[in-house]
C-alpha cells in the first residue's frame, strides 16, 4: 500500500539570507564562506586573498587595521579576540577583506556562521551597500508554504484463525518506509519539527519521517481452556466442579517494532537561518550502537546512565557543528522501538439467573517488565549537551503494572 501527499504546509522564512553570486567570479556565498571554514587554524597573515570576499566587500573593508577590528565597538570591543588568536600580528596591519571574513566566521563567531555575515552586511556593508544579504526589515520571518511532499509505501499482512477448541488469534506484520520534509502535524505549529532550514535548497530536509517504523509486529489471542462441562476435559462434571474448573480464559498482546527515528541537534548555533539551527553534520562512522543502561559520560561533567550508545565518547567524535547552507542529517540515528506482553486470566461463573453472569479477571501488563527507552528524550546537541551525549532521561514503555477486575454482567 501507499499514500502520497504533495504541497503539503511546511513552515520557512521568507528573510533568510540571500545565497548571493559574486557575478566576477561566479562563486556564490555558501561556497565561498566555506573555503573560509576549510582554512580553520590559520594566522590572519598566512590567509590568502578569495575573490568572492575581496569583490563583494572589498570597497567597504578597504583599509581597515586589526586594531579597527579589535576595538570595533560594535562587536568587539575590549575582548582582544583577534591578536589572542593571532599573535604576532602587529595593531596596524591592514587586514583584506578576505582576512577580516576568516576572522568573523573562524575566530570569532564559529560555528555560529549567520552572525558573521549579518556583521559584514548589516556592520559594515557591501558594495551594494547595507542588507544586500539580509532583509532590511527582518532578521527572520516565519511563514507557511504549501511545497511539501511526503510518501510512505509498505507491505502488510494479516493472518486470522478461529480454532473450532475455543482459540483464535490475529498476527499482524508491516514493512514500510516513509520520507517527507515535515513530520509535525500543521494544526501544532510544530516550529522545530517542521521548519525548513535552508530555503533556497528545501529537499535537504528530506529524511525518513519521524515516525517511520521499519518492522511492525503485533499479535493477539484468546483461549477458554479445555476444562468443565460441553469442553473437552470434565465434560461430564456436577455443577460444584464445573464451577472450579470451567469458564477459565486466557489473553495475550505481543507488540514489536523496530527503532525509531532522531537527529542529533546542532546547539545553539546559526550556521544558515536565524530562524531554527538545523541539525548537526555526520563527518566519520560511528561506533556499534548499542542501547546500555549504564554507559560512561561522553565527556568531563557528564554523568553516566542509560545511553543510545555503549560508547558516547567516541560517537560525539563522529559529529560536528553543520556548515553554512546546509541543514545537517535529519533522523540519522534509530533508537528503542516498542516491545510489551500483556497477558490476562479470566474466570466467568453462570449464575442461576438467565444470563447473568460473574466474571474476575487478573491482567498484567508489560509481562516481562521489559525496558525501552524514548527517542524524544535523548540529549543529542553539539552545543551545551556535549557531556551527556546520547543519554536518555525518559522510558518508551511503562513498567509492570496488574490490575484485578470484577464484573456483574446482566
Known amino acids: 500500500m501507499g499514500r502520497f501527499g504533495r504541497k ?5 522564512d521568507l528573510a533568510q539570507p540571500v545565497n548571493l553570486v559574486d557575478p566576477a567570479t561566479k562563486t556564490a556565498y555558501y561556497d565561498a564562506a566555506k573555503q573560509l571554514i576549510a582554512m580553520g587554524g590559520r594566522n590572519l597573515t598566512t590567509v590568502p586573498r578569495i575573490g568572492f570576499w575581496e569583490n ?23 575582548k582582544g579576540t583577534l591578536f589572542k588568536n593571532n599573535p604576532g600580528l602587529a595593531p596596524d596591519t591592514v587586514l583584506t577583506p578576505t582576512q577580516i571574513a576568516y576572522f568573523l566566521y573562524n575566530q570569532f563567531y564559529a560555528p555560529d556562521y549567520t552572525s558573521a555575515l549579518f556583521d559584514l552586511d548589516r556592520g559594515f556593508g557591501s558594495k551594494f551597500g547595507l542588507n544586500a544579504f539580509f532583509n532590511d526589515q527582518f ?19 494479516i493472518f486470522r484463525k478461529r480454532f473450532s477448541q475455543g482459540l483464535q488469534f490475529d ?19 510544530a516550529f522545530a519539527g517542521g521548519f525548513i532550514v535552508n530555503a533556497w535548497q528545501p529537499t535537504q530536509r528530506k529524511s525518513i519521517s519521524d515516525f517511520d517504523i521499519t518492522h511492525s509486529i503485533n499479535a493477539n489471542s484468546i ?26 480464559q486466557l489473553t495475550g498482546i505481543f507488540r514489536w517494532t523496530s527503532g525509531l527515528p532522531i537527529g542529533v541537534g546542532n546547539g545553539r548555533f546559526w550556521p544558515t537561518n536565524w530562524n531554527i539551527t538545523g541539525f548537526a553534520s555526520r563527518t566519520g562512522a560511528l561506533p556499534k550502537q548499542e542501547t546500555t543502561k549504564n554507559a560512561p559520560a561522553a565527556a568531563a561533567g557528564g554523568t553516566p546512565g542509560p545511553n543510545i550508545f555503549s560508547d558516547p565518547a567516541t560517537a560525539l567524535k563522529s559529529y560536528d557543528n553543520t556548515l553554512v547552507g546546509e541543514t545537517g542529517e535529519r533522523n540519522g540515528l534509530r533508537g528503542d522501538g516498542f516491545f510489551g506482553i500483556d497477558m490476562g486470566l479470566g474466570k466467568t461463573w453462570k449464575l442461576p439467573f438467565e444470563g447473568h453472569k460473574l466474571q474476575f479477571r487478573w491482567e498484567t501488563f508489560n509481562l516481562t517488565n521489559t525496558v525501552r527507552f524514548d527517542v524524544n528524550s535523548l540529549t543529542l546537541d553539539m552545543g551545551s549537551g556535549r557531556a551527556n551525549f546520547g543519554k536518555y532521561s525518559e522510558t518508551l514503555t511503562n513498567p509492570r503494572v496488574m490490575q484485578f477486575a470484577l464484573r456483574y454482567e446482566f
Open 139 to 157: 532578521s527572520a520571518l516565519a511563514a507557511w508554504r504549501s511545497i511539501a511532499p511526503s510518501n510512505y509505501n509498505g507491505f502488510q499482512a
Open 223 to 248: 483461549y477458554e481452556l479445555p476444562f468443565g462441562k460441553g469442553k473437552q476435559f470434565g465434560n461430564g462434571v456436577n455443577k460444584v466442579a464445573d464451577a472450579l474448573i470451567g469458564g477459565w
Open 171 to 189: 498476527f499482524n506484520y508491516s514493512l514500510a518506509k516513509s520520507f517527507d520534509w515535515s513530520s509535525g502535524a500543521e494544526r501544532s505549529l
Open 56 to 78: 563583494i566587500f572589498g570597497s567597504s573593508l578597504a583599509g581597515i587595521t586589526a586594531q579597527d577590528i579589535d576595538k570595533s565597538p560594535a562587536y568587539y570591543n575590549g
Open 8 to 12: 503539503l504546509l511546511i513552515q520557512d
